[in-house]
């Protein structure tokens, strides 16, 4: 199970990024794919996780309405478009996966493998 997160970088405040999560080593179809951030220092925060069967999804509070995430099943990748980016929006992003029991589960424990991070930073 490989799971590769790319696309973060440097962003003013408002403005856009977009993050991509590749997949490979397991049936995409199966699983739930949830992005998470984490800053020095604190706890790791879920920020929306995607059930790839039926395409539910869930945000973190402090995303909603700016945030969106999808995916394509076709090259077993989730997206994450980030929008109206704010300095506390600065983190290392991650997605991780985990089997899919039909509901959202945020805890980040439940998530069974992990990419790598990719870094984003918004400045004011």
């Known amino acids: 199970v490989q799971l590769q997160a790319s696309g973060g970088g440097l962003a003013q405040t408002g403005g856009s990024l977009t993050l991509s999560c590749a997949t490979s080593?397991?049936?995409?179809?199966?699983?739930?794919i949830g992005w998470y951030r984490q800053v020095p220092g604190k706890e790791r925060e879920g920020v929306s996780c995607i059930l790839i069967r039926d395409g539910s999804t869930w945000y973190g509070d402090s995303v909603k309405g700016r945030f969106a995430i999808s995916k394509d099943t076709s090259k077993t990748t989730v997206y994450l478009q980030m929008d109206n980016l704010q300095p506390e929006d600065t983190a290392v992003y991650y997605c991780a996966a985990r089997v899919s029991v039909g509901e959202h589960d945020t805890y980040a424990s439940s998530y069974d493998y992990w990419g790598q991070g990719t870094e984003v930073t918004v400045s004011s």
């Open positions: 080593g397991f049936t995409f179809s199966r699983y739930a």
